[in-house]
């Protein structure tokens, strides 16, 4: 993809949002203690966002840290996220840490130098409180063997799903939300295809949509495809999968315009929005992680980097 390919609001983003392909990638999740000042802050972050070849590196902040970074404005729905209950049971759990690193690229060496700058740069600054690392999987499938990411929008469709629109504050940035999902495959795999693609609301192999009768109310799709008055709540996702032979699953990552948009999701995942349905892949997959940020315009990142408080 080349700079022209991307509208201009696409155009505002960190380069890492649209960026790809990206085989590899990692995820800081870090706290900032409060006795750290704005400045060192500042100072760790202008070293760890440093070009580095072959590796995007994007950041993204919490609402309190945004506040600290930024007392000037912010945007208008952010907020951090708070431990969700499900229907029957199910809980998402908040971990919601301060700041977030988003490393991505085609070369695993690449992105372990690009960690490596990353770590050295805020090691006396913040401390890392979930680190993961992840991959593409083959054909983009997910490690139940699903393909992730079809339905993303496309082209210019991308900036409205996943980018504050211009003239709004923060116009450019996005509302992140990241998830670790940690998967029981065995159970998963104790399913028939067919029983597997109507969790999912896909066929397996091909990778086509259930239609009609055969698309259950409590499959993936049906919780997460979603219409408010008339308009889709589109969001851009780029989830990898992660781990090795206990523990893997999906690190979940989904940008949004509008974070209401992330959370109708998760509400009717849960079976909260009282149509009665909740989401079958939960009886699979357990979150064990979640988090919102707010990852700024490349131009509002530069500000804040280079403002002084008195
Ligand atoms: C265990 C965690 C998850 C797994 C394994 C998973 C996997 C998938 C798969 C295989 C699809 C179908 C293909 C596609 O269009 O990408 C899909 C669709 C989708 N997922 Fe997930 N997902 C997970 C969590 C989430 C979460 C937490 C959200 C939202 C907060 C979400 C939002 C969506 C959306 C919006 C779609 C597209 C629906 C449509 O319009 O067809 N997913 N997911």
Redesign the pocket.
């Known amino acids: 993809m080349t700079v022209s390919d991307l509208t201009p609001l696409m155009a505002m983003a960190q380069s890492a949002l649209y960026a790809e392909p990206n085989r590899h990638a990692h995820y800081l999740e870090c706290t900032w203690p409060v006795d750290q000042p704005v400045s060192a802050l500042q100072e760790a972050l202008q070293h760890a966002l440093q070009p580095c070849a072959g590796v995007h590196i994007a950041v993204a902040f919490s609402l309190t840290t945004w506040q600290r970074l930024n007392p000037n404005w912010q945007p208008a729905s952010l907020r951090e996220f708070v431990t969700l209950q499900g229907v029957n049971g199910e809980t ?1 759990p908040s971990t919601q840490a301060d700041v977030w690193f988003w490393l991505h690229g085609d070369d695993r060496g690449d992105v372990m130098a690009g960690v490596l700058q990353v770590h050295h740069a805020i090691r006396d600054v913040l401390l890392t409180q979930r680190e993961v690392s992840g991959f593409k999987n083959r054909e983009a ?4 063997g ?7 929008p496309k082209l210019d469709k991308r900036g409205d799903a996943a980018q504050i629109p211009i003239g709004q504050e923060g116009a450019g940035g996005s509302y992140v ?1 990241t ?1 670790q ?1 940690r ?1 029981r495959l065995s159970a998963f795999q104790q399913l028939t295809e067919d029983e597997q693609a109507q969790v ?3 066929t397996k192999q091909d ?1 086509i ?1 259930l239609t009609g009768d055969a698309m259950p109310p409590t499959s ?2 049906s919780r ?3 219409k408010l008055d008339g308009v ?4 851009w ?1 780029r ?1 990898t999968p992660y781990g090795g032979a206990e523990d893997h ?2 690190y ?1 990552i ?1 940008f949004a315009c509008e974070l209401n948009r ?1 959370d109708i ?2 509400q009717r ?1 849960l079976g909260n929005t009282g149509d009665g349905y909740s989401d079958h ?2 009886r ?2 357990q ?1 064990v992680s979640g988090a919102y940020w707010f990852m700024p315009a490349q131009v509002d990142l530069n500000a804040i980097l280079s403002q002084s408080f008195v």
């Open positions: 998402m499938r997910d490690l139940t699903f393909v992730d990411g079809t339905a993303n939300l998830q999902w998967h999912i609301g896909r990778n949509e993936h799709v997460t495809d979603v889709a709540q589109k969001i996702r989830s699953g999906l979940f989904g992330l999701q998760l995942m892949l939960m699979y997959s979150a």
